[in-house]
């Protein structure tokens, strides 16, 4: 069963970066595309970002767009920038082998996913 795993949250104040990693140990997904996804308190979970497979193409949400990057190696990571308090949220990493293109992550159920973390705090404060 793999397991993956997020770090890099945390609070900070508006303006602030943060950068957010996620793999799982042992383990490589360079067939899989990656991505971020998160859930606001009240929220639905919403796509964020994400990074077709063996790189190169990304896909933003309009909402983060030019502030954060999507970037991957063995895991994938989220560089934030230009925090928002709207940026609050649970952030969630995902992997989808079904995925052809970092586009397709923001348009599948997440049943589509292979594999979820089980999620890492962001908090921005004003």
């Known amino acids: 069963q793999v397991q993956l795993a997020e770090s890099g949250g945390g609070s900070v104040q508006a303006g602030g970066s943060l950068r957010l990693s996620c793999g799982a140990p042992?383990?490589?997904?360079?067939?899989?595309?990656m991505g971020w996804f998160r859930q606001a308190p009240g929220k639905e979970r919403e796509f964020v970002a994400a990074i077709r497979r063996s790189g190169g193409a990304t896909y933003y949400s309009d909402s983060v767009k030019g502030r954060f990057t999507v970037s991957r190696d063995n895991g994938v990571y989220l560089q934030m920038n230009s925090l928002k308090p709207e940026d609050t949220a649970v952030y969630y990493c995902?992997?989808?082998?079904?995925?052809?293109?970092?586009?397709?992550?923001?348009?599948?159920?997440?049943?589509?996913?292979?594999?979820w973390g089980p999620g890492t705090q962001v908090s921005v404060s004003s």
């Open positions: 995902a992997v989808c082998w079904k995925c052809t293109t970092a586009q397709t992550m923001a348009r599948v159920d997440a049943s589509v996913m292979d594999y």
């Open positions: 042992g383990r490589t997904f360079s067939n899989y595309a």
